[in-house]
């Protein structure tokens, strides 16, 4: 038995050590790994839940506030009975439950121009799931500036999207979409219901592992794109902007 | 004639329709048939100076229009594009 394993843990992976690639090592590597895990709603507590089962070794989670009604629909970590606690405190409770192992930061603020810089700086990944474009601008800017990997998950409805971004390999959030939609002011703006966020909180935990572990081929510079109303899905090939003020050439960067 | 797949958040514009033919040359042309037969999505797609909105992104057969001839990218009758808006719900 491997020294970095408590005893009776391995047998909680063992059926994914069995897939063809991954073994023991990439679990060693979950183990070793950290994401941080901004806004733990439908799809960030869908990554909490799925990382913490499959056995990463430490979670940074920033969300702020209390838990509300509304997000009960589509909020995996958290019942009616959480309604009012703060969120922080609900989500570290079951995935402790979960994962017993696993290494738990919380942090009650959401991810602002004062603390991104500190909280990126704690992990090897980022895993986006906040529901402004400012706090996704912020960690885009600052993973490109770490040089870390970020995966990125959204929806709005039925639809819901995930790509990968490796700064200096593939685009980043500026480079796919400049500038936030006019209509995207507040996080009110997009109807969910649990399908939705659980999917692409399902693939970004993929994907995460995949970019710890080096097992199977990420999104990288490919946008999975769905929609559960008719089920369509789709995997587009997305463009890298050589003037990008965020992750384009250092002269373009300058400029700006 | 190529098929153009229209989001949800612009199907209020469509009259509920989430995809049709449009007889068209190319990307630009499309847009421009596009919003001929539905006004009101001329400014969800398009800025003042006639530019594609920069939080819309448009693909050609899965590419993203900007690596092939951006509006000029032709079109034949089995191109599929589609319109995918930035998101960020949760």
Known sequence: MSELFERDELARYERQIRIEGFGQEAQEKLKRSSVLISRVGGVGGTIALGLARAGIGRLVLAHGGTLTHEYMNRMLLAD???????????FVERLRRVNPQLELEAVAENVSADNVQGLVDKVDLVADGAPLFEERYLMNAEVVRQGKPLVMGAMYGTEGYVTVIRPGDTPCLKCIYPQRPDYWTHIKVFPAIGPSPWIVGATATMEAIKVLTGFGEP??????SFDLENNSTRKLVLYRDPDCPVCGDREAREET | MATIHIPTTMRR?????????????????????????????????????GDLKQFIAIFVNDTDLRNLDSMETSLTARDEVHIIPAMAGG
Do not use: H, M
């Open chain 1, 219 to 224: 999104l990288a510079g490919k946008l999975w």
């Open chain 1, 80 to 90: 009616p009975a959480d309604v009012g606690r703060p969120c922080v405190e609900v």
């Open chain 2, 13 to 49: 514009f469509t009259d509920g329709e989430r995809s049709f033919e449009v007889e068209a040359e190319n990307v630009g042309s499309l847009l421009s048939a596009l919003v001929d037969r539905y006004p009101e999505l001329d400014g969800e797609i398009r800025n003042q100076e």
